[in-house]
């Protein structure tokens, strides 16, 4: 056996954890037996994607690294003007006013660059959270003068990244965008990108080259958009600091709207905007004037998931537990380092509670988890939480909404999140943000377990569905899903409130009209396109629109994941995840200026993931088989071991009672043609559907209902 112990940054030992020798050759990718060059590949395997544990000389010790991050979440900007502008303003007035714009983003400082005559302009907003001081100062520029940096993150292995540089007696302070900008200065940017372990996305200006290079970190935590205006180049964190441009068009990509109609969200590489668009998760992005953007990608989560599906990692069912167990515990150890107090969302259910539980074993005194409860009894999970924080010890706060909060918050969303956005999720994810930020400046979230390790319940239905009716002629799946619908989902709630509730899924009668809607499909790839759509024919809503395709069209998934489920996982991390689950709780986090870190994406984790075979990840028809297991070490079973409920808010109530006129407001036939963008008539009978209970179009609605609200609030 080959032993070791974590070691917290107190120098505490916090977990010991025991690995076998099957579980090193696994990870090395060997088949023999230990040797020396065993131990030795798995060394540089382990170095090769920062993981947790370093093997020390002897091949027999694994040590908690000791880095301290030193955190800088912000927003950042840069516009470079076309040659031949005529400037009505300066361009470090207009730098100003994109760093003002992000202000929620970055409130403790502002900081621009600028160089006239190569007409460069960089902007930055600053929250601090470690390096408070001025040494942590952007734009940066490097030692040698050279290269200009704006950077929007965190890099957790700065420590190791200082050291790799060598000594070097020029350091100005502790800062991990000091590092960056000196790695990228040796390195060059690729293999600096290749080598952050964190959340981030920068910008480097090369002043001797005239060139700009984008980066977005390989998950796709931080956003960041570019464009190109009028032979102008520009990119921001948030749309809301390209629009303070000299210039500016806001002219709506139709296409882009379709798209958002289906999924409500406008997915990557597009925005809502003609000429805008989101840098990829994993990308570089490289600009000279006179030249066409191009972009290469350092780390592709398709790459990683078909490479684990070839490369399926052996282990027995503990030996898998310690080495995810042991990922988890660095990865929320590198996140629980700062300044500045520190928390966690705590919802109850199986990853936020991994998280927390992680989080209070490594940590010497009562962690901050917060969580919010509602009246409404299927949507409250404050309860559940209570509990888990109780076990563990956590200083919990619980704050219960009412339907007054709730509504109070939603006016505000289209500043919050300026591209349209449509998860109402985003509600109760802003209030426990605003919550949180009443007493600490950084909280852990525990997003990411559901897309990694299988977790959402579409994964199980969407597979069983297909293999129960995909082999039924299509005319008889369309009456069965005919005869379902006849029944509203209130309806299907109330027949079945005589089933017990532990047996009882939540929302039952949604869900039965989510399987009738899928029924029909010709196939697999439709199957889950339909599970993933707000309004399945969007188009119709956007008169003369081509949807934009993504991956989701890629007849080269299936053969690249012949198993459907797999499948799903990977459509979900590549666009679901960054687009959706991702930008709400950034938006939502930054919006009251709390830096959210989400340990379970650390891109260690999920690179083993995807090698897991999948008798780990699902087993006894319960998803993240092997998350479960790493929480109940720490959490009784029975605290956790319910149906997943989600974290939503009862909308279709809403919207037929104290949310009604300010959605008959927007919904308006004056309204809803307003620009000529929309056809109101299948939003006019949706909307007459719902407030009769003939059915439960609140998804289709809500989204609707941003789309509107948002152009309200931008005057678009």
């Not at 599906?309 to 515990?329: K, R, V």
Request: glycine residues 8%; neutral net charge; hydrophobic residues 40%.
């Amino acid at each position: 056996m080959v032993h070791g112990s974590w070691v917290g940054g107190s120098g505490h030992t916090v977990h010991q954890v025991s690995v076998t020798v099957k579980l090193v050759i696994a990870l090395a990718g060997d088949t023999v037996s230990p040797t020396g060059a065993t131990v030795h590949s798995l060394t540089r395997f382990l170095h090769s994607c920062d993981s947790s544990a370093r093997f020390l000389d002897n091949g027999l010790v694994c040590a908690m690294l000791r880095a301290r991050t030193r955190a800088r979440m912000c927003g950042i900007a840069g516009y470079f003007e076309a040659p031949d502008a005529v400037r009505a303003r300066s361009l470090d007035v207009a730098a100003q006013e994109m760093a003002r714009s992000m202000r929620a983003r970055g409130p403790d400082d502002q900081g621009t660059w600028t160089d006239e005559r190569s007409g460069v302009a960089l902007a930055h907003a600053r929250l601090s959270v470690v390096e408070v001081s001025q040494a942590g100062h952007q734009p940066m520029t490097s030692a040698c003068g050279r290269y200009v940096l704006v950077y929007n993150g965190e890099t957790y292995n700065t420590e190791e990244l200082r050291e790799e540089l060598g000594p070097d007696g020029s350091w100005r302070g502790h800062s991990d965008t000091e590092v960056v900008l000196a790695c990228c200065a040796r390195w060059g940017v690729r293999r600096t990108a290749e080598k952050l372990l964190g959340m981030f996305a920068f910008a480097l200006w090369d002043a001797e080259e005239q060139r700009l290079t984008l980066v977005r970190d390989r998950i796709g935590i931080k956003p960041l958009y570019w464009g190109l205006l009028d032979g102008s180049f520009l990119f921001a964190s948030e749309l809301k600091a390209l629009m303070t441009i000299p210039g500016w068009k806001r002219e709506i990509d139709r296409d882009a709207l379709a798209s958002y109609f289906r999924f409500g969200y406008v997915p990557t590489p597009w925005s809502i905007f003609a000429g805008v668009h989101k840098l990829e998760p994993g990308t570089i992005l490289t600009w000279q004037r006179g030249r066409e953007p191009s972009i290469e990608q350092f780390w592709s989560f398709r790459d990683v998931a078909r490479f684990g599906g070839e490369h399926l990692l052996a282990l027995g069912d503990t030996e898998a537990t310690d080495a995810l167990d042991a990922l988890i515990s660095d990865a929320v150890s590198r996140r629980m380092i700062a300044d500045v107090p520190v928390g966690a969302f705590l919802s109850g259910g199986i990853d936020s509670s991994v998280v927390v539980a992680a989080m209070q074993e490594l940590s010497s005194k009562p962690v901050h988890t917060f969580t919010i409860g509602w009246q409404e009894a299927q949507y409250n999970e404050a309860e559940h939480a209570a509990v888990i924080a109780s076990h563990l010890g956590t200083h919990h706060t619980e704050l219960h909404v009412s339907p007054e909060d709730a509504q109070a918050v939603i006016p505000h969303l289209a500043d919050y999140y300026d591209e349209p956005f449509a998860d109402s999720s985003q509600v109760p994810t802003f209030l426990v943000s605003q919550l949180a930020r009443q007493d600490v400046t950084v909280a852990l979230s525990g997003d990411g377990g559901d897309e990694l390790l299988c977790g959402y319940n579409r994964y199980l239905w969407g597979e069983k569905i297909w293999n129960r009716t995909g082999h039924l002629p299509l005319g008889l799946r369309k009456l069965a899903a005919r005869s379902i619908t006849r029944l509203s989902p209130g309806d299907w709630d109330r027949i079945t409130q005589a089933v017990p509730k532990a047996l009882r899924p939540p929302l039952l009668g949604m869900k039965l009209h989510k399987v009738a809607s899928v029924m029909a499909v010709n196939d697999q790839a439709a199957l889950y396109r339909r599970l993933a759509s707000l309004w399945p024919n969007p188009t119709q809503l956007v008169p003369q629109a081509l949807e934009a395709k993504n991956v989701l069209w890629d007849a080269g998934m299936a053969s690249d994941f012949p198993s459907f489920r797999e499948r799903m996982q990977v459509w979900d991390a590549l666009t679901y995840l960054p687009d959706d689950i991702l930008a709400k709780v950034d938006r939502a986090s930054m919006s009251v200026s709390l830096e959210a870190r989400v340990p379970l994406l650390d891109h260690r984790i999920a690179e083993f993931a995807f090698r897991l075979p999948g008798h780990q990840r699902v087993r006894d028809g319960r998803g993240k088989w092997l998350l479960r297991e790493v929480l109940a070490r720490r959490v009784p079973r029975h605290m956790f071991e319910r149906p997943k409920m989600g974290f939503s808010i009862p909308i279709a109530e809403w919207l037929r009672g104290p949310l009604r006129p300010w959605a008959e407001n927007l919904l308006s036939p004056e309204a809803l043609g307003s620009g000529g963008l929309l056809d109101l008539r299948p939003i006019r009978q949706a909307w007459q559907e719902h407030l009769t209970g003939r059915a439960s179009n609140e998804g289709q609605l809500w989204a609707v209902l941003m789309f509107q609200a948002w152009r309200q609030h931008w005057s678009i």
